[in-house]
C-alpha cells in the first residue's frame, strides 16, 4: 500500500486548488488520520492541514479559513481544497498519514510531493 497525491500545478493568485491524496496498492485499507504538509524552496516542511479518523480537523493559522481537509472513506482518499491561492503557498505539498490494511496492520507513510505554484 502507498499514499498517491495529486492535483498540484500552476495558479495564479487568488485561484483555487484540490489535492488528492489516495491509499493504493490494496483492496482493503483505510486511512486512519492523515495530514498535508508543504515544503517551500529554502525552508523547513509545515503542518498545514490535519484530519483525525473521526473527522476532526486542524489548519495552521496561514490556511485557516482558506484551506480546508476533508476524507472520503469509501474512496480511500483525503483531499486538500486550497481557496484564495497566495504566492507564499508555493511549494511541494506532501500527504502523510496512518493507514491500516489487514496484512501489514496501521503504518505511518508519506506519499510524493506534488508542486503547487502561485503566481502573483
Known amino acids: 500500500v502507498q499514499l498517491q497525491a495529486s492535483g498540484g500545478g500552476l495558479v495564479q493568485a487568488g485561484g483555487s486548488l484540490r489535492l488528492a491524496c489516495v491509499a493504493s496498492g490494496t483492496s482493503f485499507s483505510i486511512i486512519n488520520s492523515a495530514d498535508w504538509h508543504r515544503q517551500a524552496p529554502g525552508k523547513q516542511r509545515e503542518l498545514v492541514a490535519a484530519?483525525?479518523?473521526?473527522?476532526?480537523?486542524d489548519y495552521a493559522d496561514a490556511v485557516a479559513g482558506r484551506f480546508t481537509i476533508a476524507r472520503d472513506n469509501a474512496k480511500k482518499t483525503v483531499y486538500l481544497e486550497m481557496n484564495n491561492l497566495k504566492p507564499e503557498d508555493t511549494g511541494v505539498y506532501y500527504c502523510?498519514?496512518?493507514?491500516?490494511?489487514?496484512?501489514?496492520?496501521?503504518?505511518?507513510?508519506w506519499g510524493q510531493g506534488t508542486q503547487v505554484t502561485v503566481s502573483s
Open positions: 484530519i483525525g479518523s473521526g473527522g476532526s480537523t
Open positions: 502523510h498519514g496512518s493507514v491500516w490494511t489487514m496484512t501489514t496492520g496501521s503504518s505511518d507513510m
